[in-house]
């Protein structure tokens, strides 16, 4: 937060701050909230009570209303689990035992899910691409759509109900709702909750070899274990577009409900990584902020270290650095095959050493056991830190998992 002067009339202009306009409630987003209509409600809570296995499918309308706390407690009242897309990450802390994880192109859990549901109810989700994993993960299914943005209705994906309004006021409304039906749904869901909790144990278990991964070049899984083992509940991870975001959405684990997870999707540009952190930083000053970025998006704004360090800001950088455009070569390697690569390379470079001379703090780690000691060093700093992660330049080995845009595409088939 900038803190104005009471009175910063300049001798140019004949005013002060005083002298402006400024309603309080558009000091906050958003300035205004509405509620579905009531039977719309009604219609939702009905299907909510005698559903067997419904699942919440959190976007990041959920951030944007402020309402990652109400969730929480609608989904642990009535013990319904909870996936998140990569902006709705932290809809339910992932520690929850009720968080199902990363739902849509990748995911842990949370696609098997979603086909054995018979109920889903979306929240602020546009239900996009990469969330719907072109469009082939809820067809067929019984949805309730809860969203602000009315033209997102039946957009991608048909609805059964349909609540139009702002998403904390309408899980508050379904909360009261089913008030009388809580205990009860609670009761019948408690071995559905418990199912869920040893299928992400199961899963872990699966992965662990990733997660725990001791070989070099670092694997991506094991550099995701070390920042959740690191950054403490308060603290943030910003996303850039390439591999950093989708790596980060799938591995990182939010321990309290609330934004803590913080990709630029939408447009999903590269290059955000830097510019995020240093927003988060002003944002949300004294917490820790790591930001996950490509050498490619580093790249194209790291210029701006130098307007970190002017302005005072405290943030970590991690550049996973595979000398590569990552996401544009492990597809040309999926798509076209080995050795087909086009304008996807990039120079070998030290981002530490880049960091180092512009005054910063760069570690470079190669070592996965460092990775700990590294992000400690870097979080401890005043100042900007730059950590550049060495990671594999195979893009064999890029992905992380199978990508549904390497499919046949066929007649009728929704492409975006
Ligand atoms: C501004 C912009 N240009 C191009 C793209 C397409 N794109 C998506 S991922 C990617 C490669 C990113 O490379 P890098 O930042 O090194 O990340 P990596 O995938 O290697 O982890 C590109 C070019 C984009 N998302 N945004
Ligand atoms: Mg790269």
Redesign the pocket.
């Known amino acids: 937060m900038v803190d104005l002067p009471e009175d910063i009339s300049h001798e140019m202009f004949e005013f002060s701050v005083a002298e402006f306009f400024g309603a309080e409630e558009y000091q906050s987003v958003p300035a205004f909230r509405t509620r579905p209509a009531a039977d719309d409600i009604a219609r939702a809570a009905a299907l909510l009570a005698t559903a067997q296995r419904p699942i919440i499918l959190a976007g990041g309308g959920v951030h944007l209303s402020g309402a990652a706390d109400a969730l929480s407690d609608f989904a642990s009242a009535l013990n319904i689990p909870v996936a998140h897309t990569l902006t709705g990450k932290g809809a339910i802390a992932c520690s929850d035992d009720l968080s199902a994880g990363l739902f849509g192109r990748y995911d842990r859990i949370a696609n098997g899910l979603i086909a054995e549901s018979d109920l889903l109810l979306v929240v602020g989700s546009k239900l996009g691409e990469i969330a719907t994993k072109r469009f082939t993960i809820l067809n067929g299914k019984t949805i309730i759509h809860l969203d602000l943005v009315a033209e997102e209705f039946n957009r991608t994906t048909p609805a059964d109900v349909v609540l139009w309004g702002d998403v904390k006021l309408g899980i508050e409304d379904l909360a009261r709702e089913l008030e009388p039906e809580a205990a009860g749904m609670h009761a019948k869901l408690a071995p559905y909750r418990d199912e869920v909790k040893s299928r992400m144990a199961k899963w872990r278990v699966e992965v662990a070899e990733k997660l725990e991964d001791k070989g070099t070049p670092i694997g991506m899984g094991r550099l995701l274990t070390e920042i959740n083992s690191v950054l403490p509940a308060d603290g943030y991870l910003v996303a850039?577009?390439?591999?950093?975001a989708h790596w980060g959405g799938l591995l990182f684990d939010t321990k309290r409900p609330g934004r803590a997870f913080v990709p630029d999707r939408g447009f999903?540009?590269?290059?955000y990584g830097l510019p995020g952190a240093m927003g988060v930083a002003l944002a949300a000053p004294g917490a820790p902020v790591l930001s996950l970025?490509?050498?490619?998006?580093?790249n194209m704004v790291l210029g701006d270290l130098e307007t970190a360090r002017r302005v005072g800001l405290n943030f970590t950088v991690i550049v996973?650095n595979?000398a590569?455009?990552?996401?544009?070569k492990a597809l040309q390697h999926l798509v076209y095959g080995e050795g087909a690569y086009h304008a996807s390379d990039?120079i070998e470079m030290d981002y530490s050493a880049i960091a180092g001379a512009m005054g910063c703090h760069g570690i470079r780690v190669e070592d996965p056991e460092l990775i700990a000691d590294a992000l400690r060093e870097a979080i401890a700093h005043d100042g900007p830190s730059v950590i550049d992660v060495v990671v594999t330049r195979d893009p064999a080995k890029m992905l992380p998992g199978v990508d549904s845009r390497a499919v046949t595409i066929k007649k009728g088939d929704r492409i975006a």
Do not use: E
């Open positions: 850039d577009g390439g591999f950093a999903a540009s590269i290059g970025t490509g050498d490619g998006g580093f996973v595979n590569a455009s990552g996401y544009v990039l």
